[in-house]
């Protein structure tokens, strides 16, 4: 974004103002293989990183994408990439590897209808559930959901600090309807925003300990070539790096990932409230679907029902502490999704006497606020 983009009106598509966001954050490499409904982000990086000062990289495909973004970070440098689903499975295992070593790299998924090559020009949000658990064994993650050209912006730039802060991937789910909208909005100037970069050490190099534990969990980062030595593998490993099969250094290690995120969760799990304080009803939703909630949740309003929604920014780690009062308070829930009900499945765990009812569609087409309306009058 150049200095005079800011303040003014632009029309913008979402998935360019994810590049702008990016770019304001500090992303200076972008690796990535072209599918739909993500290009334009590769396509966009493709032409403004190298004016920027950054490197962007055609890969083979995405797995090499995968791997080139772990690398780059480890370098020292604010990496990233963007795909969708078919392309998001080929990067789980190097992703993976990216949580075991705690490399922070950003993943932007633009969700599309179906399983498989599927629905490529059509919306969905299957994705959901792989976003959590799509790469093997047990990992802390950061999944954050975009429903608005703002959100494609400014949550962009809060990833990327995120996963600064925390040493860890963070996936940023998008879905066709959001990537291809286009809006008007003014962006902030870049005095007005946070940009968050990871901590290095300041202990010589003789002392350095690159997984050492302190009081946040989030050992300093020390980039390749910076005369800091460690050891980075896909292993479990020790506080030096190094694979380790001791019962009590494994455990340490796997609990000590999940603590960073569990204490900064006051700030990673984020979300939004409309018209709660008195709703009978409620409705939790996210990404583009949360468009027509709005909507739908207005028209009902003048009609006198008392609903309100949760809108989720934060899908996981789940934002619980915002979930929990709205089930209790609220005779009803519902949860539209454009898939078979999988974020319905989390708002059941945390309260599960609450009445939680599903609408679901998997037709590659967008759940309408009249879909929504017609389900709240029932409800």
């Not at 008392?306 to 609220?330: E, H, N, S, W, Y």
């Amino acid at each position: 974004m150049t200095a005079n983009a800011a303040g003014k009106p632009r029309l913008l598509q979402g998935n360019e103002a994810i590049v702008e966001g990016a770019l304001v954050a500090g992303c200076r490499f972008y690796a990535g293989y072209p599918i739909t409904p993500a290009s334009e982000i590769m396509e966009l990086m493709s032409m403004r990183l190298p004016g920027q000062g950054g490197t962007f990289i055609q890969m083979d495909d995405e797995v090499a994408s995968m791997g080139a973004v772990v690398g780059a970070s480890l370098a020292g440098v604010k990496a990233m990439t963007a795909t969708s689903g078919p392309g998001f499975s080929l990067m789980q295992e190097n992703l993976g590897f990216a949580c075991m070593a705690e490399v922070p790299c950003v993943i932007v998924n633009v969700m599309r209808g179906g399983m498989s090559t599927g629905l490529p020009t059509s919306p969905g949000q299957g994705d959901v559930m792989q976003a959590r658990w799509g790469t093997h064994g047990d990992h802390p993650i950061i999944v954050l959901c975009l429903s608005s050209v703002r959100d494609s912006f400014t949550i962009t730039i809060q990833a990327f600090n995120l996963s600064e802060k925390y040493r860890v991937p963070v996936i940023i789910l998008s879905d066709e309807i959001v990537a291809h909208t286009r809006e008007s909005i003014i962006l902030p100037t870049i005095a007005d925003l946070e940009v968050v970069d990871r901590i290095t050490p300041t202990v010589p190099a003789d002392w350095f300990k690159p997984y050492e534990d302190n009081s946040r969990g989030v050992p300093p980062m020390a980039p390749f070539g910076s005369g800091y030595r460690h050891h980075v593998t896909g292993l479990v490993h020790d506080i030096n790096g190094f694979p380790t099969e001791k019962p009590k250094e494994i455990d340490d290690f796997s609990r000590r990932q999940f603590r960073k995120i569990t204490n900064g969760a006051y700030e990673i799990q984020m979300s939004k409230r409309m018209l709660l304080d008195d709703a009978e009803i409620a409705v939790i939703a996210y990404g583009s679907v949360a468009r027509s909630v709005h909507r739908a949740i207005l028209r009902a309003r003048e009609d006198g029902i008392k609903v309100g929604m949760l809108q989720l920014i934060t899908l996981f780690p789940f934002p619980k502490r915002a979930a929990d009062p709205v089930l209790r308070q609220c005779r009803a829930v519902l949860v539209p999704e454009m898939n078979i009900g999988q974020i319905s499945r989390e708002v059941k765990r945390v309260n599960q006497s609450a009445k939680v009812v599903k609408l679901n569609r998997l037709d590659g087409h967008g759940i309408t606020p009249d879909e929504i309306y017609e389900q709240i009058i029932k409800l």
